[in-house]
Each structure stands twice: as structure tokens, then as C-alpha cells.
């Protein structure tokens, strides 16, 4: 329903081809950078190697690593979903795609997860250390219960019934995530916004609260107690008598 221009304009001036060189640079030196999109046609979750495709010399890699980026913030019936033209054994068609969190608000790549296996490879070609691989997720908001009294509105109860289930969904992403850290044999370290942070600011995007959040995150992250072992509300049992 929104015009999704403006932020076609700020990814345009931000995602240039310097910064498109910097990532094919970081790619080719053994890094990642991954983006989620939904496919809304297949109804399945797709993920993109951002890196790759800067690194792939193709005329169009910039206009598609900014299609990516658009198509993963296009929340559906909010913003327009972004178009992909695709051509499959000489059949041309388009193929339509929106915010990745419809899937998944959270995903690692079978190839990041597998960390083991990559050290077991490097250890076969002469690597002669055997560290235990970390995983880190951060999310930029929280899984704490936000009790708020509803209006009696189907609007209103619509609106709270989506954001429940966004919740919902993004903890079940989370819990898969440790799950496979327990089979895999890797750490699994996890932080969100600290349950006291109060946002004192009308818009959901302000630079001084952004600002100010941040130093928050940097000092729990240099005196050591930024990050759990667990997901939030893993083992946790209902008290109530």
C-alpha cells in the first residue's frame, strides 16, 4: 500500500559500486554475507550469497544485490513485493518476492552452520588446530511478553494477532538454531535489546535512542555479559498455582 521509492532511493545511495567492490573483496577472502528473501509464487524461503553475486563480475550485479535488498524489506500488503525475471529451460517468467521474515526471522546457510565438517576438511589439508566453533546471534529487539490492554477491535486484535505470531515464529527460528549448535558440537552465544531498555523517542528510527542502545550493547559487550547460552524462555515452566 506505501511506496516503496523512497527506500529504493536510500539503498541506491549507500549500495554503490565501491561498496559493491568491498564485499567482492571480503567474499574472496573466506567471509559470507547472506540475505533472506520469500518467494512468494513458490511459498518458499530463499536465501542469496550477496558476496557471490558481487564478486560475480555480471553487468547487472549491483542493480540485483539492490532488488535483494529491496525485496527483503518489502513487508507484504504494506509495500509492493519486488519482481525477479528468471528464464528456465528458454521460458521467461517472473518469479515474486517479499520479506524474508514471512519464512524465517532467523537463518544460518548449511554451509555456515557445518562448521565441524569445514574443520575436519582444513584439518585433513594440514590445519593442525581443532578450535570449537562459536555461533553469535543478535537480534535487534526482544522476546520478552509486551502485556498491553487490547482494543476490542477486530483491527486492533488483527494487528496484535500478527505481531504474537511474529514473535512466536522468530523463537521457533531461534530454538532450531541452538538445536542444530547442540548436534553440530558449536557454542551458541545470544543477545537481544536488555529487557530494561526503554525507547524514549515517537519514531521507530531515531539516531540519538539508536545511538544510545548501541553504547548500551557496547559496554554490556566489553564487561562480558552481553551474551546467553541459551534462548530466552527455553526451560522455562509455568509457575502459576
Same mark, same amino acid.
Given at each position: ?7 529504493? =532511493? ?37 536465501? /542469496? ?41 528458454? =521460458? ?49 529487539a526482544r522476546f520478552t511478553p509486551d502485556p498491553e490492554q487490547v482494543e476490542r477491535s477486530i483491527p486492533d486484535i488483527a494487528g496484535r494477532t500478527i505481531s504474537t505470531m511474529i514473535q512466536a515464529m522468530g ?27 526503554? /525507547? ?20 554490556? @559487550?566489553?564487561? @562480558?555479559?552481553? /551474551? ?14
Open positions: 500500500m506505501s511506496s516503496s521509492e523512497p527506500l529504493q =532511493e536510500l539503498i541506491a545511495r549507500y549500495v554503490d559500486d565501491a561498496l559493491l567492490a568491498t564485499i567482492a573483496e571480503e567474499y574472496r577472502s573466506g567471509r559470507g554475507l547472506y540475505v533472506g528473501t520469500s518467494n512468494m509464487d513458490a511459498q518458499r524461503f530463499m536465501i /542469496w550469497n550477496m558476496g557471490a553475486i558481487a564478486a560475480s563480475g555480471h553487468p547487472d550485479a549491483l542493480e540485483l544485490f539492490r532488488r535483494v535488498l529491496l525485496a527483503s524489506a518489502s513487508v507484504p500488503a504494506m509495500t509492493p513485493p519486488v519482481f525477479f525475471d528468471v528464464e528456465i529451460d528458454g =521460458e521467461r517468467f517472473d518469479e515474486m518476492h517479499a520479506d524474508g521474515g514471512l519464512h524465517s526471522q532467523f537463518f544460518v546457510p548449511l554451509r555456515v552452520i557445518d562448521l565441524p565438517a569445514a574443520i575436519r576438511e582444513a584439518q585433513e589439508n594440514g590445519f593442525d588446530c581443532a578450535p570449537t566453533p562459536r555461533m553469535f546471534v543478535i537480534r535487534n523463537q521457533a527460528d531461534l530454538y532450531q538454531i541452538y538445536a542444530i549448535t547442540r548436534v553440530r558440537g558449536s557454542d551458541f552465544h545470544y543477545g537481544e535489546v536488555p529487557k530494561d531498555f526503554v /525507547w524514549n523517542a515517537d519514531q521507530e528510527f531515531d539516531g540519538d535512542e539508536m545511538r544510545r542502545l548501541f553504547d548500551i550493547a557496547y559496554e554490556l @559487550g566489553f564487561n @562480558g555479559t552481553a /551474551w546467553s547460552d541459551t534462548p530466552p524462555g527455553l526451560f522455562a515452566v509455568n509457575t502459576a498455582q
